[in-house]
């Protein structure tokens, strides 16, 4: 029963660490990287609060070491998933009675443990398992999951301030109810944030979790699940299953208590999830909600009047930082012509000024790419830009997977604007650029709109004003988050809230309470003081 109304901490953006050359929290990042690198973790799943282990595992190695073991985890079977799902179930029954403060009050914990005592280890795990440079990893693993756990406190005390109009004659209030039955997170690889926030969100708003993380970051999610226990998270709140994702999935979406998806991966498998609903969608009690984010094909257009070193410096860092693993990474660009010649120069010296490697070596700008797989594709397009007559590779090309998943940073200037590089997501450190005529510049801008299927981030850099007004409104449909003089990346919670369209996703903006509405199924309550007695109302008169 509530006993007041609580105001929660003011929600602030976590600082970011700049971990230089003789700073203590270099120092201790790089002890927590060796001591993590050099050990061996058993990672179980985590159902109804206890760990289980099947026998049925799967080793982890860095992708910049992939000979290198650092543990293994294990595998779920059918029967584990079932229990998953009845143990949140049998959670749930608690847990969204809990009183909101309290809940508030666990995930507040969760950010502060994150920030202080598991800070070092949470980086150094999304460092070896992620292949993150030490600056990629505090903005994900430490910053924006911080973030994401204050300002949902605060954005969900804004929701339940939201309330309707009442008269003397009656009281109107909503409460903000969990979804009924489960919900159901599954998260990508490349952002720790995104992991530990898809299911700590719904959780927030009162509901309970079966969550599937990427098999490429159980490492840093098994950082995640003990800070959410040491921060009291109930047993049963949050399950965590690894194995193979189509049966987890299949078991999931075929109970009738199944009620929501928080998806972050790609457009492909999101939209055979959406057809597995569709498909169940006489089974379940109450209508799912579905939730995604998912592919990118992000653009930066440069108006002849951008200076060229800003044009320059937006590319090699929207395009390869986190070796353009982002889904808001930069992988497609416009250049005027008149002032392509001083950007290619500045682009060309910046990506061989570049040292790549081990993220333990503060010195390495990129790393290596997640997987075996993510290379090959990449090699793939690389040498066929090689190849072809109408694209030229002006830097890098190179790769080399002896050792570790390695590609260089790779320029493709092409003179075809529909070349397969402009329009596919390729999900690594590869820029294609068309240059385009300075009076082409309203031509371009559909072609930008009009070239690919996604809608997630694009930038457009100019000093002209009027350019960027044409480009703001013509581009209005093709990015959710569109960037003045800026590259394309790096979306801080609280500021600017993430989402796209299109092929992108159902653009619900992560880092916002238009997320958390989501979650929720408000129920209308309506108190009548006086109630009436007759039926008669005054024009039945005579």
């Known amino acids: 029963m509530g006993k007041g109304f609580f105001n929660t901490p003011i929600a602030i953006n976590e600082p970011v660490r700049s971990y230089a050359p003789g700073s203590p929290e270099r120092e201790a990042v790089q002890a927590a990287y060796k001591a993590l690198f050099n050990s061996k973790v058993d990672v179980p799943l985590y159902i109804n609060g206890k760990n289980v282990t099947t026998g049925n595992t799967r080793t982890m190695s860095p992708p910049h070491d992939h000979k290198h073991t650092v543990g293994q985890y294990h595998l779920a079977e059918k029967s584990h998933v079932e229990e998953a799902i009845a143990t949140a179930l049998e959670a749930r029954k608690s847990w969204?009675?809990?009183?909101?403060?309290h809940r508030a009050g666990i995930f507040l914990k969760a950010a502060e443990l994150i920030q202080g005592p598991y800070r070092d280890k949470i980086n150094a795990a999304t460092m070896i398992a992620q292949s993150k440079t030490i600056h990629q990893a505090?903005?994900?693993?430490?910053?924006?999951?911080?973030?994401?756990?204050?300002?949902?406190?605060q954005y969900m005390t804004d929701i339940y301030h939201e309330q309707p109009e009442s008269t003397s004659d009656a009281w109107n209030k909503v409460e903000y109810r969990p979804l009924e039955g489960f919900t159901y997170a599954v998260t990508p690889f490349n952002f720790t944030a995104i992991a530990g926030n898809l299911p700590a969100c719904m959780a927030l708003m009162g509901n309970v979790v079966v969550w599937k993380p990427s098999d490429s970051q159980v490492f840093s999610a098994k950082v995640i699940m003990d800070v959410f226990e040491e921060a009291g998270v109930p047993?049963?709140?949050?399950n965590v299953v690894f194995g193979d994702a189509e049966m987890i999935t299949n078991v999931v979406l075929s109970s009738p208590d199944f009620s929501g998806l928080h998806f972050t991966g790609s457009t492909f498998v999101f939209?055979?999830?959406?057809?597995?609903?569709?498909?169940?969608?006489h089974n379940y009690k109450t209508y799912p909600r579905i939730v995604g984010e998912t592919g990118g094909k992000d653009?930066?257009?440069a108006h002849k009047s951008a200076k060229p070193k800003q044009v320059a410096t937006a590319i090699v860092r929207g395009a390869f930082e986190f070796q353009g693993q982002k889904c808001s990474a930069a992988s497609r660009a416009y250049i005027a012509k008149s002032i392509w010649d001083e950007v290619k120069a500045y682009v060309i010296e910046d990506v061989n000024s570049f040292k790549q490697g081990s993220p333990e070596n503060f010195e390495n700008f990129v790393t290596a790419v997640i997987h075996e797989g993510s290379f090959d594709k990449l090699a793939k397009y690389i040498d066929q830009a090689k190849a072809d007559d109408d694209a030229e590779i002006i830097v890098g090309g190179g790769y080399d997977k002896s050792k570790g998943y390695f590609i260089e940073p790779t320029v493709i200037l092409t003179t075809n604007p529909q070349y397969t590089t402009m329009s596919t997501e390729l999900f690594g450190p590869v820029i294609t650029i068309y240059v385009y005529e300075d009076d082409a510049y309203s031509e371009t801008l559909k072609l930008v709109d009009g070239t690919s299927e996604y809608a997630l981030t694009g930038a457009i850099l100019s000093q002209d004003r009027y350019a960027i007004i044409e480009a703001t409104d013509a581009l209005q449909n093709a990015a959710g988050n569109f960037y003045i003089n800026d590259k394309p990346t790096g979306a801080v919670v609280g500021m600017q809230p993430f989402g796209g369209a299109r092929a992108s996703g159902t653009n619900d903006k992560a880092g916002s309470a238009q997320n958390l509405l989501r979650w929720v199924s408000p129920r209308m309550i309506k108190e009548t003081f006086v109630t009436p007695t007759d039926y008669r109302y005054p024009f039945l008169g005579e």
């Open 96 to 101: 969204s009675q809990m009183p909101w403060e």
């Open 138 to 153: 505090e903005i994900d693993s430490a910053c924006e999951l911080i973030d994401f756990l204050r300002f949902n406190v």
């Open 235 to 238: 047993p049963g709140v949050i």
């Open 271 to 281: 939209k055979e999830l959406w057809k597995k609903i569709g498909n169940n969608i």
């Open 299 to 301: 653009f930066i257009v």
